[in-house]
């Protein structure tokens, strides 16, 4: 991933709070924990858990609608899994996942529930995969994936006391991360072999705090 992209990314997240002030709008800060996995029918896996930190701004539309822009640092990927049954690996992953939401909440007397959904754009930062049937540990294939892939977001929370806040979210992967078409596989592979597109699939709990 270019590394002035990644500061531009990084630059819009520190922003958020500076921006929030200038239209009045509000803050909150997550962190939390994700669960995460690859969709993609020769491959069968478990999840992997990870870390998911994030800071977002609402920007009311009207007394119950809102945008939420988001910045997230993710970490994802999926253990034990089997390839093409013969390829054994797990994977991690480590994105900048900016989602941008359409928020409605539910306005009550002790909480504000909310539903939200919208697009996330994930830009890779790291890739790395074990091959559990060799002694070579961890690889970068980070060059050899997608850079950037999108997802659909959608998922709920609650703002408590005023300050507390609890979300759920899932991603569901809109485009490829991998094919897995790596050249460390080429020992292992026939050529004939067809590479499938795998998917992001990912959930996210997480809590925060509102400024």
């Known amino acids: 991933m270019p590394r002035r992209l990644l500061c531009t990314i990084l630059l819009a997240g520190l922003l958020l709070p500076a921006i929030s002030v200038a239209v009045a709008a509000e803050v909150v800060a997550h962190v939390g924990v994700n669960a995460s996995t690859f969709h993609m029918d020769d491959l069968y896996s478990d999840a992997r858990e990870g870390l998911a930190t994030g800071v977002g701004v609402r920007l009311p539309i009207s007394d119950n609608f809102a945008l939420m822009p988001e910045v997230w640092y993710m970490q994802k990927g999926f253990k034990q899994g089997t390839l093409w049954e013969q390829i054994h690996l797990q994977s991690k992953l480590q994105t900048i996942t900016v989602p941008l939401l359409l928020n409605y909440r539910f306005q009550a007397v002790s909480a504000d529930p909310r ?71 080429d020992d292992v592979i026939p050529a004939y072999q067809e590479f499938d597109d795998a998917y992001d699939r990912t959930w996210t709990l997480s809590v925060g705090y509102w400024f």
């Open 115 to 185: 539903i939200f959904a919208g697009l996330a754009v994930d830009f890779l930062l790291k890739h790395e995969i074990d091959r559990r049937d060799d002694d070579a540990g961890w690889i970068d294939v980070t060059d050899q994936d997608e850079s950037i892939y999108w997802g659909l977001v959608i998922g709920g929370g609650a703002r408590l006391f005023g300050w507390f806040d609890v979300d759920i979210r899932y991603e569901h992967g809109l485009t490829k991360v991998t094919n897995f078409d790596y050249e460390e596989f």
